[in-house]
Nanobody, 126 residues
Framework: QLQLVESGGGLVQPGGSLRLSCVAS????????IGWFRQAPGKEREGVSC????????NYADSVKGRFTISRDNAKNTVYLQMNSLKPEDTAVYYC???????????????????WGQGTQVTVSS
């Protein structure tokens, strides 16, 4: 059974940092691009970042560029999202998804990804 499990969320003050993890079970991530998405209450799921299968190509939503960094460790079957300089508007449930291809599209759209996990809550508040 293909499954992704997200973890690492929590409550953090503005300006703080968190590192999210996305671990795959039931399949190997080596051949697939992985995306991070987030969904705030009352809003649609939005793409945050994507990383190609090799890790050699990444892209980010404009709202997180320069603050978030996506990376992967294929040996651990894990993709990470390092989030720095967090803002209250980053508050959301964060999900990772797998794309059925090795490369990332220019527009990280949730329709191109699947095998969603349960998500991890990130709350940025003082």
């Amino acid at each position: 059974q293909l499954q992704l499990v997200e973890s690492g969320g929590g409550l953090v003050q503005p300006g703080g940092s968190l590192r999210l993890s996305c671990v795959a079970s039931g399949f190997t991530l080596d051949y697939y691009a992985i995306g991070w998405f987030r969904q705030a209450p009352g809003k649609e799921r939005e793409g945050v970042s994507c990383i190609s299968s090799s890790g050699g190509s990444t892209n980010y939503a404009d709202s997180v560029k320069g603050r978030f960094t996506i990376s992967r460790d294929n040996a651990k079957n894990t993709v990470y999202l390092q989030m720095n300089s967090l803002k209250p508007e980053d508050t959301a449930v964060y999900y990772c998804g797998v794309r059925g291809d090795y490369w990332c599209p220019g527009n990280v759209d949730s329709e191109d990804f699947g095998s969603w996990g349960q998500g991890t809550q990130v709350t940025v508040s003082s």
